[in-house]
């Protein structure tokens, strides 16, 4: 597992502090001096080596969000009320007063609640949360004006760049996370990522058929000829592969090594290979499922199905009920499919610029809600994407009118409230 973390040159002593603890991860260490060097470096990173996961501040991250793959597990620093609480204390200990304070990028609910802990005056206290759109110059600006404005002494700031300018004019603390916090977060994101590999290694089961081409097919021969070319494929070379009947062969493997043998479900040259080779028609399908019984049996189905195409060609289904297909032999257009959805939605999903697969199953979870509002983060949970990924779904779902504002929720007693959204895809599939 390799984790990426984009720090300030003046932090990789508590980030490294911090990681002492997390054994059989790889860390590429993304140091930046400037917050201008941030995307430079991190297009950098992602260019030279894969990583299964970052772990980067709010300004790194909305210096570099625009390089992010959307299917990259990020993590978002974000200071707890306790490292809050420990940078007054220091204060206190330094012999500075308490109040008046001027914060910068905490969370002003985290802020509220420190303040009320501690008991002191909320007038003292300036906070001015993080926005990615607010400059350096901007918040240095609110600094300035907040202690003219209250006398106050000192300013505790999360931004690098803002306490370097502010550092001849006052007193400031800099408010990186503790220990416990940034440990806590890069333990999160290294479960997060362990997460996503076990579903990708989810088992799976794939079936090739002969097709039955007449009387003159000795369907024997041309078996262990697809038995062979298959022993023989390099993708398939961790898999177990065996004699199924008289017309096929059964190959169980791990799901990410069927997605990378059909480039994420898109094309399977093994099928133009037999018919190239052994002059034979060859249908295959996947099963994805929780035993290996299960698997077999879904393959079996999606396998039927395949020769039903006029060319060679694959399905996958999986248990959750998704279909897709057909997976071409050379790699051509494919159709997307959840289970049988008709016309209507695939009219819409090209209006709305998804897949059908993907409107099928916002369709399938809109059923589920039964009329309740969800959440981005949840959105995306169910998906199986990640909480950026639901964001920006949510945001297209918007555009075209498929989801409708529904207020918001506090999940935790910090952060922001999470906004709720109902989703409407049900009507629209009707009128269209």
């Known amino acids: 597992m390799v984790i990426g973390l984009v720090i300030h040159a003046s932090h990789r002593a508590a980030f490294e502090d911090a990681a002492r603890t997390l054994a059989g991860v790889n860390l590429e260490w993304v140091v930046y001096g400037h917050e201008d060097e941030v995307a430079v470096r991190v297009d950098d990173l992602l260019a030279r080596r894969r990583v299964d996961g970052l772990l980067l501040g709010p300004v790194p991250y909305a210096k570099c969000r625009h390089l992010l793959p959307a299917d990259l597990p990020v993590a978002v620093l974000r200071s707890a009320g306790l490292d809050l609480a420990l940078a007054l204390f220091r204060a206190s200990a330094r012999g500075w007063r308490p109040t008046p304070v001027s914060i910068d990028t905490y969370d002003a609910r985290t802020?509220?609640?420190?303040?009320?802990?501690?008991?002191?005056?909320?007038?003292?206290?300036s906070c001015l949360p993080y926005d990615r759109e607010q400059s350096?110059?901007?918040?240095?600006?609110?600094?300035?004006?907040?202690?003219?404005?209250?006398?106050?002494?000192?300013?505790?700031?999360?931004?690098?760049?803002?306490?370097?300018?502010?550092?001849?004019?006052?007193?400031?603390?800099?408010?990186?996370?503790?220990?416990a916090t940034l440990r806590a977060q890069l333990h999160e994101l290294a479960l997060r990522v362990q997460s996503k590999r076990a579903s990708a290694l989810r088992f799976a089961a794939g079936v090739f058929l002969v097709g039955r081409s007449g009387p003159q097919l000795d369907l024997d021969r041309a078996r262990v000829g697809l038995l062979n070319l298959l022993l023989n494929t390099p993708e398939f070379g961790d898999a177990w592969i065996e004699n199924r009947d008289r017309r096929g062969v059964v190959v169980l493997a791990h799901q990410a090594l069927f997605e990378e043998a059909t480039s994420s479900w898109v094309s399977l040259p093994a099928l133009r290979q037999a018919q190239e080779t052994l002059g034979i028609k060859v249908a295959a399908g996947f099963g994805v499922g929780a035993s290996a019984r299960s698997c077999v049996h879904l393959a079996e189905r999606a396998?039927?199905?395949?020769?039903?195409?006029?060319?060679?060609?694959?399905?996958?289904?999986e248990d959750g009920g998704v279909i897709i297909g057909p997976m071409s032999a050379a790699g051509a257009s494919v159709a997307f499919t959840y289970r049988?959805?008709?016309?209507?939605?695939?009219r819409l999903a090209g209006e709305v610029g998804l897949s059908a697969a993907t409107l099928s199953r916002l369709a399938a979870i809109e059923r589920a809600q039964m009329g309740r509002a969800i959440s981005p983060s949840d959105l995306a949970q169910q998906l199986g994407i990640t909480d950026p990924s639901g964001r920006r779904l949510i945001?297209?779902?918007?555009?075209?009118?498929?989801?409708?504002?529904?207020?918001?929720?506090?999940?935790?007693?910090?952060?922001?409230?999470?906004?709720l959204y109902r989703l409407r895809i049900g009507p629209a599939i009707g009128r269209s």
């Open 111 to 125: 802020v509220d609640e420190v303040v009320r802990a501690l008991e002191l005056d909320p007038a003292q206290v």
């Open 136 to 179: 350096v110059a901007e918040t240095v600006a609110f600094h300035r004006e907040a202690l003219a404005r209250t006398g106050g002494e000192y300013v505790i700031s999360l931004r690098t760049a803002v306490a370097a300018q502010l550092r001849d004019e006052t007193r400031v603390l800099g408010g990186l996370p503790g220990p």
């Open 303 to 317: 396998a039927t199905r395949a020769e039903q195409e006029e060319s060679p060609s694959a399905y996958l289904i």
């Open 340 to 346: 049988e959805h008709g016309a209507e939605l695939e």
């Open 395 to 419: 945001r297209k779902l918007g555009d075209s009118g498929l989801v409708e504002v529904e207020g918001s929720t506090q999940v935790h007693r910090r952060g922001r409230p999470a906004r």
